[in-house]
């Protein structure tokens, strides 16, 4: 028995870190390709529309977007010629693209002579770039607020424009552009259910459950809401048993195609109520959250939304600056002055490549740890005061990998103390996937016993809740009832696997062969198939 639990607890753990694997994010940016641990890189910040969507910033007239750009060289031992263009978007008088030359000189020195070939280009392509901001200062507070709630503090200084914007426009300045130097705003999170308001110049407006201090990051308070999702998901199945019924009735009719079906259909519910009473999840600005438990702690994510935008951007054509046929043409132009040819190659040179903006790719909208590190990327909701400066609703800021200089986070102990949370996570995390086990066992053994039977063993339902208060308790040392709300666990040791398994309820001495779990469910739902089928034929 004692073997056969071990192979099913590494069996849940196998199933649990390839969930984790899906679920973890994957940043790519291009601010940090290529970076050592020298190169520092501001906080990135992006408004949002009320559709999570990043905002083309606006621009009034022709605007000179690149300038001197080199569009074609032709070099001989000589002399050379450099075709160079003055590049203007949202010009909305050009129907596609119009050319200008507007001068050419000419030097020469030691018998070489340079010449110079200027243009000017006009292209009614929108400006290539999106509102954005980047912060030298983030600063995160955590005070206490009164008993029940807790106080986040979120402010970004130092702010200054893009670059994309600062050096076409000639200043970094913000407030140049009708921007705030800086972003404060205020949470207060119910330190009992996560439920978390904005604070608005002296209103409140409820948010949902703030990712930033969502209390199941301490690992007491996410054992405990298991027990509570387990109670839950007992009444549950008690108030609607047509729940487990249909599941009943599906494996049935699948016995006609394949015996192993049974089995599958038995296993996917199983898991999948697992994997319900361990989730933590809420909904945050509309959008639904989840809590990940990992090795050392845990992590918030929200869904992928598609906050990028595609616009298109003047592009150079590399290759061709130096092709046979822009030499000829610069040839001919020096010879004759016909600058129709020399146009007809620089547009085929310049072309619209459309981007997508700004340059980060991330599985979700939001992942975040408690508190926040490198690497993580938020969404916050704006004050009025905010959105009418920026014509935006929320701000998307990307911690990089290396902005961590830049990232102070300041908490009073008796909200956050994120050492003694790695800690408790360390000491305590290694029960998570044992308990886990012995809820998938539980609920293998209540689902089979159904799919026998015909009808939902109220016993065998209430050791799913049971099992689990049971392993957490032990995990913990104390009653799950007596966990503090601010989430302390005892100084107990940690149990080990052993003392788990001996705590883990056992099979009612009644039951017949092959009802029991010991071993991964799919096995024992596979074992126990026959002598179901034997009870219908009879």
């Excluded at 083309?56 to 000589?78: A, K, Q, W």
Aim: proline share 5%; charged share 20%.
């Amino acid at each position: 028995m004692k073997i056969e639990r071990g192979f099913a607890a590494i069996f849940l753990i196998f199933l649990l870190f390839i969930q984790t694997f899906l679920t973890a994010s994957a940043f790519v940016s291009a601010q940090d390709t290529n970076q050592n641990e020298n190169v520092t890189f501001p906080v990135v910040i992006w408004p949002l529309n009320g559709s999570f969507k990043v905002i083309p910033y606006h621009v009034n007239g022709c605007v000179l977007y690149r300038e001197n750009r080199t569009l074609g060289v032709t070099i001989n031992s000589t002399s050379a010629v450099v075709v160079k263009g003055n590049i203007y978007v949202n010009c909305k008088n050009v129907t596609d693209v119009s050319i200008v030359v507007t001068g050419e000189n000419s030097k020469t020195e030691n018998n070489y002579t340079r010449t110079t070939i200027l243009l000017s280009i006009y292209m009614n392509t929108p400006f290539p770039a999106v509102e954005e901001l980047r912060s030298k200062n983030l600063t995160i507070e955590y005070d206490y607020y009164n008993e029940s709630y807790a106080l986040v503090k979120v402010t970004f200084s130092n702010l200054t424009v893009s670059p994309d914007i600062g050096w076409v426009f000639g200043s970094f300045d913000p407030s140049q552009y009708g921007w705030p130097r800086e972003i404060k705003l205020s949470f207060l999170v119910n330190m009992d259910n996560g439920d978390s308001y904005l604070i608005d110049n002296g209103s409140k407006r409820y948010v949902g459950a703030f990712p930033l201090l969502m209390p199941q990051f301490d690992i007491a308070n996410y054992l405990n809401s298991a027990v509570k999702n387990a109670q839950a998901f007992v009444r549950q199945v008690k108030e609607n048993p047509w729940v487990i019924e249909s599941i009943i009735n599906k494996a049935k009719m699948s016995y006609g195609s394949n015996i192993s079906m049974i089995s599958t259909v038995i296993s996917n519910a199983t898991l999948n109520f697992t994997h319900r009473i361990f989730s933590v999840e809420g909904i945050y600005l509309g959008l639904p959250i989840k809590l990940v438990a990992g090795g050392n702690g845990s992590s918030v994510y929200a869904p992928a939304v598609n906050f990028s935008m595609i616009l298109p951007k003047p592009w150079v054509n590399i290759s061709r600056i130096h092709s046979n046929e822009t030499v000829k043409v610069i040839l001919k132009y020096i010879k004759t002055g016909d600058a129709s040819a020399l146009r007809d190659a620089v547009r085929r040179t310049l072309y619209r490549k459309n981007m997508y903006l700004p340059g980060l790719s991330t599985n979700h909208l939001i992942v975040t740890h408690v508190p926040p590190r490198p690497g993580d990327i938020v969404v916050l909701p704006l004050s009025r005061e905010y959105e009418e400066q920026l014509n935006a609703s929320y701000i998307l800021f990307y911690i990089t990998l290396s902005s961590g200089q830049y990232l102070h986070v300041k908490y009073d102990p008796r909200i956050l103390n994120p050492q003694k949370a790695e800690e408790d996570w360390k000491r305590y995390g290694s029960c998570v996937p044992l308990i886990e086990s012995d809820l998938f066992q539980s609920l293998s053994s209540f689902m089979n016993d159904a799919l026998a039977t015909g009808r939902i063993n109220q016993t065998k339902l209430d050791d799913v809740y049971l099992t689990v208060k049971k392993d957490v308790t032990q995990c913990l040392g104390q009653n799950t009832s007596d966990t503090s709300s601010s989430g302390e666990v005892s100084d107990g040791r940690a149990p080990t696997t052993a003392s788990l398994k001996n705590g883990s309820s056992t099979q009612n001495a009644g039951e017949k062969e092959g009802h029991g779990i010991c071993g991964p469910a799919f096995l024992v739902s596979l074992a126990v198939v026959p002598l179901i089928l034997r009870r219908w034929r009879k």
